[in-house]
């Protein structure tokens, strides 16, 4: 084939959609949706979490999700008029315990909690912290098990030695008693700032960096891993042999070889880390506000009115559920999309 034939742009094809980033990006998620449509679809919640989370005071019902705005208090309940045979025992429970949960309707399709917080609005909101968490705390164990596991795998010896002992030690902390230390060591999280995009203020930074570190020394293994798979290549000894040194051969020849690893541990960390800061909400150690609701905070106020109020419990869960399943099915698609040795398997159906 001549050199023209090779570079021949198919017609009405700009060649800028057929050889740019765009286009490499527009082709790679077709290969997801068809390869692996479960992944595809994690990438889609994912996609509506991200909107969520950026535009809550479109998206929600309510800009306050502190506020509560319940119209009459036994209106949702009664199958008729007041203080008839259709409602005696509603009314008369609410009257002496203050109830005001209500059942989802058009107006509240999530209903209400017991102090009449709107629940598809702090919902909405909740998006917002998880992310803030996920985002925040994959940054940061990214950052260390990017910068641990490419020098360990690089330069073995010695180093490798010292440094692995280290991530040993931090791996051999059991997770949830150190979550569970976590107040004690940071207090709980506090959100009142005034930063801008109501971040998080200064307390719940630590919250997110002790979730990062604590994830920052397993991932550093799967990157050490594929470092040292990629250190013996030919085209290293090349580099070398031309005069690069260690920090360019890193750099410009190993990173972008363990980039597919690097992408898939993050996205599957994301996941992990979105459920142990809705554990440590539902457990009382994490975010308290309840003009900042998180998911996990949601599940901590449902679990004394579940059994007359299931609703309550099951919306918040239900979307901790969609966040990390999405997050995981994304990460084992990109795996097996990005991974040479599994290039060449079959998609199955995730």
Not at 80 to 92: A, I, N, Q, S, Y
Not at 304 to 330: D, R
Request: aromatic share 8%.
């Amino acid at each position: 084939m001549s050199q023209t034939e090779a570079t021949v742009v198919p017609f009405g094809a700009p060649k800028a959609l057929t050889s740019g980033p765009l286009s490499r990006a527009v082709s790679f998620i077709a290969l997801l949706a068809r390869r692996k449509p479960m992944g595809f679809a994690g990438l889609l919640f994912i996609v509506l979490m991200v909107l969520v989370a950026a535009f809550p005071r479109v998206i929600a019902t309510h800009d306050n999700p502190g506020a509560t705005s319940v119209a009459p208090r036994f209106q949702s309940y009664c199958l008729g008029p007041r203080d008839t045979f259709l409602c005696p025992t509603v009314v008369e429970r609410s009257a002496l315990t203050g109830d005001r949960t209500v059942p989802g309707s058009l107006k509240q399709p999530f209903g209400t909690d017991s102090v009449g917080h709107d629940n598809y609005s702090r919902i909405v909101f909740g998006a917002r912290w998880a992310l803030y968490v996920g985002v925040g705390a994959v940054l940061i164990s990214t950052t260390i098990a990017l910068v641990v596991g490419l020098t360990s795998g690089y330069f073995l010896g010695k180093y490798d030695a010292a440094v692995q002992r280290v991530v040993d030690a931090v791996m051999a902390l059991p997770t949830l008693v150190v979550l569970l230390a976590l107040p004690a060591m940071i207090g709980k999280a506090d959100l009142d700032g005034p930063l801008p995009f109501d971040e998080p203020s200064v307390t719940f930074f630590k919250l997110v960096v002790i979730l990062g570190i604590l994830g920052g020394a397993g991932g550093s293994r799967v990157i050490r891993a594929s470092v040292i798979s990629v250190r013996s290549a030919q085209y290293l000894d090349a580099a070398r042999t031309i005069g690069a040194t260690d920090g360019r051969i890193m750099l410009r020849h190993v990173l972008p070889n363990i980039f597919g690893a690097l992408m898939v541990q993050a996205t599957i960390s994301l996941g992990g880390l979105i459920l142990a800061e809705a554990a440590l909400s539902f457990l009382g150690f994490g975010v308290v506000d309840p003009n900042k609701p998180t998911w996990g905070q949601m599940l901590n106020r449902a679990q004394q009115v579940a059994s007359v109020h299931p609703w309550q419990a099951i919306w918040p869960g239900l979307f901790i559920a969609l966040a990390v399943f999405s997050f995981n099915m994304l990460g084992d698609a990109l795996r097996d999309l990005l991974d040479p040795r599994l290039r060449g398997a079959r998609g199955g159906f995730g």
